[in-house]
Structure formats: C-alpha cells, structure tokens
C-alpha cells in the first residue's frame, strides 16, 4: 500500500515562480491537510481539506491556495513564490469520520528551496 | 484547542524506559491528548492517543492524570530507532480535525 505520497522530493525554485505541489493518498480518507516545517517553529498548518470539495484555511495560508476537486488529490500551488516559502512541506491524511481516533498520516515531504 | 508544554530534549539510555512528560493544564472536557513523533527528516508518525484512561498499544503507553492536566508518554524498552522528537497535542476529536504542533521534545536515545 502506498498511503500517501508527495511529489517532487525536492525542488530549487526562482522567486516569482508558480509552482504546485502535488499530494495522492490511496486510503480513501476524507480529510487533507498541508504543512510547513521551519526550523524551530514545528509544523504550522497552512490549509486543509474536511472532504472532496471544499478547503479550509490554516495558521498561515497566506501566499498559498489550493482545491480539493476529488478524494485522492490535495495539491499545494504556490502562485508567486518568495523566499520566505522556503520550508519542508508535510501533506497528511486522516479519517476523520473514526469518532475520537484521527490518526493523521504524514506524506514523506517535499523540500522547497525559494531563491 | 489547549496548549501544551514539553521539555525542549531529554536523553535516554537503551533499553531504558523513555518518560516523555506533558502538561495540558488547560485541556478541556472533550479534547484528547494525542502523541506524535518525528524521525529526522520524516514525515510525524502518529504513536497513541487518550481522552482519560491510560491506553497502551504496541508502540508505547500513555498514563494520564486523573485531573487530565498532564501526561506520560512512556517508550518501555527504547531503542535508537526511538530518536526522534515527540509532540504532545490535544484536541477534540469530532469538528475540528487540525493539529496544532508545538516544538515538542528532542528525546536521543543514547547506546
């Protein structure tokens, strides 16, 4: 079983810059979500997804968007990147519809490097 | 959702049990306290989670206080595969599926 994956591992990326990163999980898990991974600060959410079709926002969502159009996907589209997005970036999954369990399971990461 | 306070690291010899303790002093009623870890470079791995009965699975258990203001997460035989640090985070479970990850505690297991 794949779980959930991230695509790219890594990527340098000019400042100005689009860039989408991508996020598939195979468990048929309702809920999404996106995090941001700075050194000394932990995971920040920065958007997240209850169920196919609708979005939310997070602790920091500024300078990000993203879309839920079906279950397996949740890409991550940075329009115009800054070096200040340079971070790991943490795609998760849950099923939340398990009353008090909600176990969250974290993508391997993409590495963004803002220049 | 409540905030927590872990120590910033902790050592641990091997094979040793690893107490990682939490206070959640404000946790209300309704939240859970949930324990995740991350292993450098790694995505977190979700590890046990509790409202208010001690709970134990094959990772490790979780002894929380009777007044539900602090908890333990205890590693009973740790290894170094078991370096990694360990966020503490409570939460409701129903309505509002979000983690809110603190700095969490640095445990080295040393040989």
């Known amino acids: 079983t794949a779980g959930i994956t991230q695509a790219p591992t890594s990527q340098i990326l000019a400042a100005g810059r689009s860039m989408t990163l991508r996020c598939t999980q195979d468990m048929r898990h309702n809920a999404m979500y996106w995090y941001r991974q700075d050194l000394g600060l932990g995971l920040r959410l920065i958007h997240y997804?209850?169920?196919?079709?609708?979005?939310g926002k997070g602790e920091v969502p500024d300078g990000y968007s993203v879309s839920r159009a079906n279950t397996d996907d949740f890409p991550l589209t940075l329009a115009s990147a800054v070096p200040s997005q340079t971070s790991v970036y943490f795609c998760a999954s849950s099923d939340s519809a398990l009353a008090g369990v909600d176990e969250q399971f974290f993508g391997p990461g993409t590495r963004l490097t803002v220049l | 959702d409540a905030k927590t306070t872990q120590p910033p690291s902790m050592d641990c010899a091997e094979g040793r049990a690893a107490n990682l303790p939490c206070n959640h002093s404000?946790?209300?009623?309704?939240?859970?306290v949930y324990w995740y870890r991350q292993i450098h470079s790694q995505g977190p791995q979700y590890i046990i989670h509790g409202l208010k009965n001690n709970e134990t699975n094959e990772m490790a258990s979780l002894i929380i206080t009777e007044d539900r203001k602090s908890s333990t997460l205890i590693l009973p035989h740790a290894t170094l595969r078991d370096t990694a640090v360990y966020y503490c985070?409570?939460?409701?479970?129903?309505?509002?599926?979000?983690?809110?990850f603190g700095t969490g505690t640095r445990l080295t297991i040393i040989p």
């Open positions: 985070i409570v939460r409701v479970a129903i309505g509002n599926e979000k983690l809110t």
């Open positions: 997804s209850n169920t196919a079709g609708t979005t």
């Open positions: 404000t946790i209300s009623g309704n939240e859970y």
